[in-house]
């Protein structure tokens, strides 16, 4: 189905897939997922890719009714500074197009900070690696899966 979707089922890990009818003029790609899916906001994440000080990549992942904090990202990494990465190498490097951009089967595994506020639920919902596409997966299995760590990112 996805990439996302094939290293879940590889892995067995359990998750469950939600398909609903994206709208090409949607402002918010999170927030249409939610809103689609009658979800909180506050459960639904979205996937963003940064560019650390040396160029390498790395992943935050937030609440789509929030923002990601770019200098606690920093911090979590390890590194002095993050900035978002250009479009064109985000798609490069994870082989997804922006607002169907999963942390999971990406063409290469990249650094991931997951916000700390996930562990508050049972289940989120992250892409499933399209637009129209989400997971929901329990948090420590998508960090697990991911090699990733929580840390407050957001804001």
Not at 121 to 139: H, M, N
Request: charged share 20%; with cysteine.
């Amino acid at each position: 189905m996805t990439p996302a979707i094939d290293s879940l089922k590889k892995a067995g890990v359990p998750f469950a897939v939600h398909q609903y009818s994206h709208d090409a003029h949607a402002e918010s790609w999170g927030t249409e997922a939610a809103d689609k899916l009658g979800l909180a906001p506050a459960r639904v994440f979205k996937t963003l890719v940064v560019a650390q000080e040396n160029g390498t990549l790395a992943v935050g992942i937030v609440p789509v009714a929030g923002l990601l904090d770019l200098k606690h990202l920093a911090r979590a990494l390890g590194c002095k500074k993050v900035a978002m990465a250009d479009p064109k190498q985000v798609e490069r490097s994870t082989g997804y197009v922006l607002g169907g951009v999963s942390p999971l089967g990406q063409k290469r595994r990249l650094a991931t900070v997951i916000d700390h506020t996930a562990q508050q639920f049972e289940t989120i919902f992250i892409s499933a690696g399209r637009r129209g596409l989400e997971v929901e997966i329990a948090p420590d299995d998508l960090a697990a899966q991911l090699d990733a760590r929580f840390a407050g990112i957001g804001k």
